[in-house]
């Protein structure tokens, strides 16, 4: 038995150090332009195949790296969709769609790469699809989505899912800008992640309210 345990937690460890390579490598040069090998390598494995062994394949990996933050990024919107309680400002509702990520962010602490991460298999159009499966699997998302849309009851179906893509990649990209500057010591618009929030909120919240135009 304790044999097996001590196995089991060597291999735990070895998935947390070949997680954490990827997610560095991912996010600084590309998912397709980094190998396997590669990534077992920068874990400090000296077996090339230890990737494969422990995640199989690539999706799996990017699926796993994901996973790691994902839990903590839910229970601040679960928390903050408990705050926002019945509100019907526009603006409860996109912070809580803002803050979890930027919080979780701060949190990591100096440099991250979870940002950026997510930015690169974001280009990727099958990645991109694993990532979208796994925020449409979050309860707290979908009502929070569900609660900001009634809120503009007046907004058309296909405005409100145009927007609703819009933000999401300004959340993203915007996230990912910072991330690169802090990590190589560049200045950056707001002086930390909570005000990163706050102007991305403001920018998402005009976005949501702004008028449509016919169609012509």
Known sequence: MAGRTARAQQADATRELILTAA???????????VSNRQVSEAAGQGNNAAVGYHFGTKADLVRAVAARHDARIEDGR????????????VRDWVACLVRPVTGHLAELGSPTWYARFCAQVMTDPALYRIMVEESLTSPSLREIRDRLLRCLPELPAEVGAERAAMARHLILHTCAERERALAENTPTPRRSWHDAATGLI???????????????
């Open 23 to 33: 997610e560095r490598l991912f996010a600084e040069r590309g998912v397709y332009a």
């Open 78 to 89: 679960a928390r903050m969709l408990a705050e926002a309680g019945d509100s019907t400002d």
């Open 202 to 216: 403001d920018a998402i919240v005009a976005m949501w309210t702004a008028p449509v135009t016919p169609s012509r």
